[in-house]
């Protein structure tokens, strides 16, 4: 009898413990071989999560705080902690911000920074940006939300706003008087970026027809009509990153 009952014990937990699909999928960029971790918590999902930069952990801290309620699918790119991504092509090594080669203007500009700019080097990153994109796919998405954190004074709403590096870029700015200016939403939808503004966060409405393109997944989706947030906050800043994408989850109906 106790043989019973343990083993309807263990039908009835095994029932009630929905178990993430994990899954581990192999890029590669050359010959270097790269691992991009996709957690689907829903596979019907319209909403998509990604981490591109594997040393920025304050923002995969804050999001996995909402992860075990969310309807989402998490993409996140495995590099040993490390923002860029360095590469073999014919025992030669490259490097690459894989948040800068999605376009071909991007994988040129990152190859050129990086000092490895070659027929076979552009050809195995330009192979690894279509893979990845290709299995993101992106369309099937409704809405792409993108995880980053920065450094304080590095990056900001500030660079977007008139006559700094990134203005072109923007439609259009709010800065809020409250916050810290480098947490900061960028969209590419108006909606998004009204919501954001009446609640007073710092919020970059991308320029559809802007011709600035950096290779960012920012301008990739800007570009080919994806509706998309980018959840930018300072390093460390948890709390504050914990409340945007609890904002965002909000207009997603999660
Ligand atoms: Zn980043």
Do not use: W
Not at 185 to 206: G, P
């Amino acid at each position: 009898m106790r043989h019973v009952y343990l083993c309807f014990l263990f039908i009835y937990l095994c029932s009630c413990q929905k178990k993430d699909d994990v899954q581990l999928i192999e890029l590669f960029a050359g010959e270097t071989k790269l691992l991009l971790e996709v957690k689907t918590k829903d596979e019907n999902s319209s909403l998509v999560f990604i981490n591109l930069h594997d040393d920025e952990v304050t923002s995969t801290e804050a999001f996995n705080s909402f992860y075990e309620d969310c309807n989402c699918r998490f993409y996140h790119l495995m590099n040993n902690r490390r923002r860029n991504i360095v590469f073999s092509v014919n025992h030669h090594d490259g490097e690459f911000d894989p948040n800068g080669i999605f376009s071909s203007t991007g994988i040129e500009r990152q190859l050129k920074k990086h000092h490895y700019f070659n027929p076979k080097s552009e050809a195995a990153v330009k192979k690894f940006s279509e893979d990845f994109l290709a299995t993101l796919d992106l369309n099937s998405h409704d809405f792409v939300v993108s995880l980053h954190n920065n450094s304080d004074g590095n990056f900001s709403v500030q660079s977007y706003v008139a006559d700094t590096s990134r203005s072109e870029g923007a439609l259009e700015f709010n800065l809020s008087p409250n916050r810290d200016e480098d947490d900061f939403f960028i969209v590419t939808k108006r909606e998004f970026f009204e919501s954001f503004r009446k609640q007073d966060f710092n919020v970059v409405l991308l320029n559809p027809t802007s011709p600035e393109d950096d290779g960012s997944l920012s301008d990739y989706c800007n570009k080919h009509g994806i509706d998309y947030i980018n959840v930018e906050a300072e390093d460390g800043h948890l709390e504050e990153q914990k409340k945007m994408i609890e904002t965002a989850l909000l207009l997603f109906g999660e």
